[in-house]
């Protein structure tokens, strides 16, 4: 049974740094497109970053180029988000993502994933 669990979260002020980890249990972290999404209040939930666990290219939406890294550690099955210069607009709940095979073209969107975690919450004050 595929589990991911989030953990990083917390409040931070703008400008502040957060790294989020998503460790993946119950299945082989190889071979899957892993991704970090996050809902605000209101908001539809977005995809944020996706990277292939097997290796190759990212994905970063806009709003978070040039601040957020996605990184992964396969040996340990977990993904990381390391979040800089956070800004009010970063925050939200932030889920993890997992679907088997490489990683959609384009904007990821929700549907493409079949596995999530619970979430962990960002709050960036300005």
């Known amino acids: 049974q595929v589990q991911l669990v989030e953990s990083g979260g917390g409040s931070v002020q703008t400008g502040g740094s957060l790294r989020l980890s998503c460790a993946a249990f119950g299945y082989t972290y190889s071979y899957y497109c892993m991704g970090w999404f996050r809902q605000a209040p209101g908001k539809e939930r977005e995809g944020v970053a996706t990277?292939?666990?097997?290796?190759?290219?990212?994905y970063y939406a806009d709003s978070v180029k040039g601040r957020f890294t996605i990184s992964q550690d396969n040996a340990k099955s977990t993904l990381y988000l390391q979040m800089n210069s956070l800004k009010p607009e970063d925050t939200a709940m932030y889920y993890c993502?997992?679907?088997?095979?490489?990683?959609?073209?384009?904007?990821?969107?929700?549907?493409?994933?079949?596995?999530w975690g619970r979430g962990t919450q960002v709050t960036v004050s300005s």
């Open positions: 990277i292939y666990s097997g290796g190759g290219g990212t």
């Open positions: 993502a997992a679907i088997y095979y490489r990683c959609p073209l384009g904007t990821p969107r929700e549907s493409n994933f079949k596995y």
